[in-house]
């Protein structure tokens, strides 16, 4: 009999200590997986900058015998999801507006912000994104001949390429706005192709004496009615990690 309770104290003893015993193990377990759950969520991605070419202007200049463009872009992986934009070019357009035909020539700089909205699985650095820039022109313009408005047809001046307005106007400038909508896709290694939309609001700009600016390097036509614009960009860029 005096076995018999010695068994029984023990049993009592051990028994929830055993059971206190596994659910601490638990109670660690979980908080081990909180832990490693909030790592994950706090690592960043290395940062990145990416460089390369716009490729449809060069397309462009093939095409239209009457321009040239060049434009290079880059961004820097910030946060996450976050990047720094920037792109630069050069631009040359000759075009015949209602009755004037002048070239526009000047250099723009866009700078700005992508988010990236696509989930990637692991190992992808694809980007669906959208964005925002504030862009800048430094242009001339040149009229080359112009026809003036006559009333009396009966003494037509025809078109006229010489004379005081058949002049350079330079040190022009413009200002916008612009919301961008694009994606960037990893080819093979590093490299990337890459399609954006663009549209373009003009906030303010330097306006020749003897005309309007009918064309803006960087943001492409503009008339007296509409301060609106809109583009595109075909890219090819390579990709750099770096550790900060």
Do not use: C
Request: charged share 25%.
């Amino acid at each position: 009999m005096k076995q018999v309770h010695i068994w029984l104290f023990i049993i009592n003893f051990f028994i929830p200590l055993t059971w206190s015993n596994s659910q601490e193990v638990k109670e660690e377990r979980k908080d081990d997986k909180v832990i490693d759950t909030l790592i994950k969520k706090m690592e960043k991605k290395p940062h990145t900058i990416r460089f390369g070419i716009d490729l449809s202007k060069p397309v462009m200049a093939q095409i239209d015998k009457d321009y040239f463009g060049l434009e290079l872009v880059g961004d820097i992986r910030l946060f996450s999801e976050f990047y720094g934009a920037m792109e630069i070019g050069n631009e040359k357009k000759t075009q015949q507006s209602e009755r004037i035909n002048f070239t526009t020539t000047g250099t723009y700089l866009k700078l700005g912000f992508d988010y990236n909205m696509y989930k990637n699985w692991k190992g992808m650095n694809n980007a669906i994104y959208l964005g925002m820039r504030i862009g800048n022109s430094f242009h001339k313009q040149q009229v080359n001949e112009y026809e003036p408005y006559q009333i009396d047809h009966y003494w037509n001046t025809g078109v006229i390429k010489h004379g005081p307005e058949i002049r350079e106007q330079d040190a022009l400038s413009a200002r916008w706005v612009e919301v961008v909508a694009g994606i960037k896709v990893e080819m093979i290694n590093n490299i990337y192709m890459g399609l954006s939309l663009r549209l373009n609001r003009l906030m303010s700009d330097t306006s020749p004496s003897n005309f309007d600016n009918l064309y803006i390097p960087g943001f492409n036509k503009k008339t007296d009615e509409n301060v609106w614009g809109a583009g595109f960009n075909y890219t090819l860029t390579y990709a750099i990690p770096i550790k900060l």
